[in-house]
């Protein structure tokens, strides 16, 4: 079979393979985060010298995250590519990788190079301004515009509001990708049941609705529409019909675009359904995944600068890159792609049971000197 995995590469050959891939690697890169960023803190000196990540003389640390190009930071324009400039806050107790200049969405991982993919962490609950008559506007993040690089990872994230008598609407460009209302009754306050529970209904001071992303058209693109500036803008709405002053003793009017794993939380849950405090730090550090490709780029110079490097069509029109198979590292890089060894996990990885040696993009494997099998059998 031609799309054996020798190598970390996505290979999205058609539309609903793509988002089966996407969904399934975004929630697998959210899993496996601790792991992943844990030997990063603690094995920096051991190893061997690393391939570089980054163009030459360019920053490629942020505090502990790790910034590979395209991605890249400061004024030089030859660290990242276009739109992929993002900015390192030194200031506070700890730096901070940000998305976007406001400090909204704060990057806490990118992944190697190879898969489009980066977890952030959006700070605070989306500000929503409220005009005379109750009514409001607000943006998810000044930081990703319809026409730039960035989108929120389809299946994963889902829109929340906690509030009386209110409705939420997120919109990309003129497309509406998620809504819902929440009322609330006078006996709110009683927590017989779950403030999960209560959520689902919609009917007990809070609302969540799965963010549905633009459908594809003919050739398999996304549709995205070029109309507002930002990528998300969220809408509210006031319900008539209640004594709105008593309404907003009840729980605060909050909107949040979330991971929808984080209010499953029952700790974040419970925080931002109580009255008495405002929700805590850590309640309002909000996970979200995002994924990238490069958008509006020339076609005449290709982002895949790396020697075994290929082009990986995105869902928006334009592309991401990644190395072909036998071969792992940053295909945005001049030589960025280096042979994998096949045999370090042997036979884990490729049922070689026999003696297996790895060779520039490929590996073979034999049976030891002197006896002959079946190398693909343990014992054959
Ligand atoms: C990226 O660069 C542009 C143009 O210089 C600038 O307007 C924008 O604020 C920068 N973004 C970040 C996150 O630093
Ligand atoms: C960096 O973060 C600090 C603390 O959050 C903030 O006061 C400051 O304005 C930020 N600086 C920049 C350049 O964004
Ligand atoms: C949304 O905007 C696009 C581009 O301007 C336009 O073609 C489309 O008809 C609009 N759709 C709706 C439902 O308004
Ligand atoms: C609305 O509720 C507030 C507080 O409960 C009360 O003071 C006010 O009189 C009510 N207004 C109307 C029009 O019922
Ligand atoms: C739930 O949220 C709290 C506070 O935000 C956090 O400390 C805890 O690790 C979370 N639990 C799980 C299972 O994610
Ligand atoms: C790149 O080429 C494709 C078709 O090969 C074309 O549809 C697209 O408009 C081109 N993009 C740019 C930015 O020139
Ligand atoms: C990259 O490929 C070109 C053409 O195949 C070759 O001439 C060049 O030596 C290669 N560069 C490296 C670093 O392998
Ligand atoms: C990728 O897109 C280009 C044009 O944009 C098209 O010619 C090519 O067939 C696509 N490749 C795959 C594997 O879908
Ligand atoms: C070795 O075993 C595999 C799996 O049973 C089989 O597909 C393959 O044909 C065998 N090869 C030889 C040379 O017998």
Same mark, same amino acid.
Request: with cysteine; net charge negative; glycine share 12%.
């Given at each position: 079979?031609?799309?054996?995995?020798?190598?970390?590469?996505?290979?999205?050959?058609?539309?609903?393979?793509?988002? =089966?891939?996407?969904?399934?690697?975004?929630?697998?890169?959210?899993?496996?985060?601790?792991?992943?960023?844990?030997?990063?803190?603690? *094995?920096?000196?051991?190893?061997?010298? +690393?391939?570089?990540?980054?163009?030459?003389?360019?920053?490629?640390?942020?505090?502990?995250?790790?910034?590979?190009?395209?991605?890249?930071?400061? +004024?030089?324009?030859?660290?990242? @590519?276009? /739109?992929?400039? #993002?900015?390192?806050?030194?200031?506070?107790?700890?730096?901070?990788?940000? #998305?976007?200049?406001?400090?909204?969405? !704060? &990057?806490?991982?990118?992944?190697? /190079?190879? @898969?489009?993919?980066?977890?952030?962490?959006?700070?605070?609950?989306?500000?929503?301004?409220?005009?005379?008559?109750?009514? *409001?506007?607000?943006?998810?993040?000044?930081?990703?515009?319809?026409?730039?690089?960035?989108?929120?990872? $389809? /299946?994963?994230?889902?829109?929340?509001?906690?509030?009386?008598?209110?409705?939420?609407?997120? #919109?990309?460009?003129?497309?509406? #990708?998620?809504?819902?209302?929440? @009322?609330?009754?006078?006996?709110?306050?009683?927590? !017989? =049941? $779950?403030? =999960?529970?209560?959520?689902?209904? *919609?009917?007990?001071?809070?609302?969540?609705?799965?963010? =549905?992303?633009?459908?594809?058209?003919?050739?398999?693109?996304?549709?995205? %529409?070029?109309?507002?500036?930002?990528?998300?803008?969220?809408? @509210?709405?006031?319900? /008539?019909?209640?004594?709105?002053?008593?309404?907003?003793?009840?729980?605060?009017?909050?909107?949040? &675009?979330?991971?929808?794993?984080?209010?499953?939380?029952?700790?974040? $849950?419970?925080?931002?359904?109580?009255?008495?405090?405002?929700?805590?730090? !850590?309640?309002?550090?909000?996970?979200?995944?995002?994924?990238?490709?490069?958008?509006?780029?020339?076609?005449?110079?290709?982002?895949?600068?790396?020697?075994?490097?290929?082009?990986?069509?995105?869902?928006?029109?334009?592309?991401?890159?990644?190395?072909? !198979?036998?071969?792992?590292?940053?295909? %945005?890089?001049?030589?960025?792609?280096?042979?994998?060894?096949?045999?370090?996990? $042997?036979?884990?990885?490729?049922?070689? %049971?026999?003696?297996?040696?790895?060779?520039?993009?490929?590996?073979?494997?034999?049976?030891?000197?002197?006896?002959?099998?079946?190398?693909?059998?343990?014992?054959?």
């Amino acid at each position: 079979m031609a799309g054996s995995t020798h190598n970390s590469c996505i290979h999205p050959y058609s539309i609903a393979m793509a988002q =089966i891939a996407i969904s399934a690697a975004a929630v697998a890169i959210a899993m496996a985060l601790p792991l992943i960023v844990m030997p990063l803190r603690v *094995g920096g000196d051991t190893s061997p010298v +690393q391939p570089p990540i980054g163009m030459p003389n360019c920053v490629t640390l942020c505090g502990d995250v790790k910034v590979p190009y395209p991605f890249g930071l400061g +004024q030089d324009a030859s660290c990242y @590519l276009p /739109g992929f400039n #993002l900015t390192c806050n030194t200031t506070g107790s700890r730096q901070r990788l940000l #998305l976007d200049t406001d400090g909204t969405l !704060e &990057v806490s991982y990118i992944g190697d /190079g190879e @898969l489009p993919f980066f977890a952030v962490q959006r700070n605070g609950d989306i500000k929503v301004e409220l005009h005379a008559d109750g009514n *409001g506007n607000g943006v998810f993040s000044r930081g990703l515009r319809l026409d730039g690089p960035y989108t929120l990872v $389809s /299946g994963v994230h889902e829109l929340i509001l906690t509030g009386c008598n209110v409705e939420v609407t997120i #919109l990309n460009g003129n497309v509406t #990708l998620a809504s819902c209302t929440s @009322l609330c009754d006078e006996q709110t306050s009683d927590n !017989e =049941i $779950s403030l =999960i529970d209560r959520c689902s209904g *919609g009917s007990n001071g809070c609302c969540r609705a799965n963010i =549905i992303t633009p459908g594809y058209d003919d050739d398999g693109r996304s549709q995205v %529409y070029s109309t507002g500036n930002t990528a998300y803008d969220v809408q @509210l709405r006031r319900l /008539g019909g209640w004594n709105r002053s008593a309404d907003r003793d009840q729980f605060s009017m909050r909107v949040f &675009v979330a991971d929808r794993r984080w209010f499953d939380n029952t700790s974040v $849950s419970n925080d931002l359904l109580q009255t008495r405090q405002p929700p805590s730090k !850590e309640t309002m550090a909000v996970p979200l995944t995002l994924m990238w490709e490069v958008v509006g780029h020339p076609n005449s110079s290709s982002v895949c600068k790396s020697n075994h490097s290929e082009r990986i069509n995105g869902t928006r029109g334009g592309y991401t890159c990644g190395c072909k !198979e036998g071969y792992g590292g940053n295909p %945005y890089l001049t030589d960025g792609c280096k042979d994998s060894d096949e045999c370090k996990w $042997s036979p884990a990885t490729n049922t070689c %049971y026999g003696e297996c040696r790895n060779t520039e993009g490929s590996f073979t494997c034999q049976c030891p000197a002197g006896t002959t099998g079946n190398f693909t059998i343990p014992g054959g």
